[in-house]
């Protein structure tokens, strides 16, 4: 089966300007997930969609951080305006319902000069 | 708060060795322990899951094993291959069911010499 896909891989922006990042989970799992990873650090779960709903969003900024999952499938991430912090890898995963198991996608590294 | 721990940061350890790799929690209220694979660039690969009333898992040359009441998991790699260089990371999962959020270490870099 095809795994988590995740567009761009990568993305260089100057500050203050918007960026958006798209995860197509693989067929079949209800569950999204985005997760920040810093350099030399653990991934940090920023949002967990159920189909549609975001059952879990505490630890999103969402002063310049958003995102949606419209049609329970794809989902996007978008930061508006990045800052020179956001620098990062965003990591994409999902999940079947009630299956632990979280497959993860490759990633997109940002670069916010 | 959960915080989970990985000592030390990297690793490296001649071809053929046996190796443990520790991990540490701090809140024994767990769902489950994960053991992930990543690869530079790459994102995660789940290498092992054991549930909170598990002991260890198995697979291949792995072998996971978890002690809730102590907050200690461990990752037994046998007969290490340089193959295997990538960084370990161990994550817990909230006890809140299957979905839950997942706290992942910082992560072990282990390097295995031919």
């Known amino acids: 089966e095809a795994g988590v896909v995740q567009s761009p891989r990568y993305k260089i922006i100057e500050k203050k300007q918007p960026v958006a990042f798209w995860c197509n989970p693989i067929s079949g799992h209800n569950t999204l997930y985005w997760y920040l990873q810093n350099l030399g650090q653990g991934p940090e779960l920023l949002i967990r969609y159920e189909n549609e709903e975001a059952v879990d969003d505490s630890q999103l900024p969402k002063d310049r951080f958003s995102a949606e999952r419209l049609k329970g499938v794809d989902s996007t991430l978008k930061i508006q305006p990045a800052e020179l912090g956001d620098s990062a890898v965003y990591l994409c995963?999902?999940?079947?319902?009630?299956?632990?198991?979280?497959?993860f996608g490759p990633g997109t590294r940002l670069l916010v000069l | 708060k959960q915080e989970v721990t990985q000592i030390p940061a990297a690793l490296s350890v001649p071809e053929g060795e046996n190796l443990v790799l520790n991990c540490s929690f701090t809140?024994?209220?767990?769902?489950?322990l994960q053991w992930f694979r990543q690869d530079p660039g790459k994102g995660l690969t789940s290498l092992l899951l054991?549930?909170?009333?598990?002991r260890e898992q198995t697979s291949g040359r792995l072998n996971a094993s978890l002690d809730k009441s102590s907050g200690r998991s461990t990752l037994y790699i046998a007969a290490s291959q340089p193959g295997d260089s990538a960084t370990y990371l161990c994550?817990?999962?909230?006890?809140?069911?299957?979905?839950?959020?997942?706290?992942f270490g910082k992560g072990i870099t282990l390097s295995v010499r031919p």
């Open positions: 809140d024994s209220a767990i769902y489950n």
């Open positions: 995963a999902s999940s079947r319902q009630d299956q632990e198991t979280q497959y």
């Open positions: 054991i549930q909170s009333s598990q």
């Open positions: 994550a817990v999962g909230g006890y809140t069911g299957a979905n839950s959020k997942l706290t």
